[in-house]
């Protein structure tokens, strides 16, 4: 069987910088479009936060990005990306269509669903509002009076 062939993007393409924050870390997506409208690449930008974060979201938009010129479906992209859920997650500003999202993919794809696919992919049933607001990563128990810290040391002898 033949590889799939490369559909190469025009040097000049159309396409739009959408600038939202979800649960209040900036992200930048950046897209590319061949002259049909149809979406070709992707840029995920986070100007403030972590390498490892930063470099891990440019790996996967270029991921998609190659698999995108290579024939695979938007819709396919959709279906795998969005809910995931890890931080940062919470509520988006700057996105009228997005209200709330588990991750920065989860926002990132639904986002493209909306713009390329005409939907915005929430839970059967769920409205985009009772998603859980501030639900936390790891659910703990806090105490109601943190413990008082030892004013002092103590010298442990071994041997």
């Known amino acids: 069987a033949r590889p799939p062939l490369r559909r190469e993007l025009p040097a000049r393409r159309r396409g739009y910088t959408q600038k939202a ?9 950046r897209t590319g479009e061949y002259a049909d409208g149809t979406l ?3 840029h995920i930008t986070l100007p ?3 390498a ?5 979201l440019d790996s996967v938009a270029a991921a998609v990005s190659l698999g995108l010129q290579h024939g695979v479906a938007l819709q396919d992209y959709v279906d795998a990306y969005t809910l995931t859920r890890f931080g940062p ?14 991750s920065i993919l989860d926002y990132v794809f639904r986002n493209l669903a909306h713009a390329y696919l005409g939907h915005c992919t929430v839970p059967e049933g769920v409205p ?3 998603l859980p607001d501030d639900a936390p990563l790891l659910p703990m128990e806090m105490p109601a009076q943190p413990r008082a ?11």
């Not at 924050?21 to 997506?29: D, Q």
């Not at 810290?149 to 041997?159: D, E, F, H, K, W």
């Open 52 to 56: 490892a974060l930063r470099g891990m």
């Open 40 to 42: 070709g690449e992707v």
């Open 21 to 29: 924050a979800v649960g209040g870390h900036r992200v930048y997506i």
């Open 128 to 130: 985009d509002a009772a």
């Open 48 to 50: 403030r936060d972590g």
């Open 89 to 102: 997650n919470g509520r988006v500003e700057g996105d009228a269509d997005v209200g709330f999202a588990t």
């Open 149 to 159: 810290r030892r004013a002092g040391l103590r010298l442990v002898a071994t041997g």
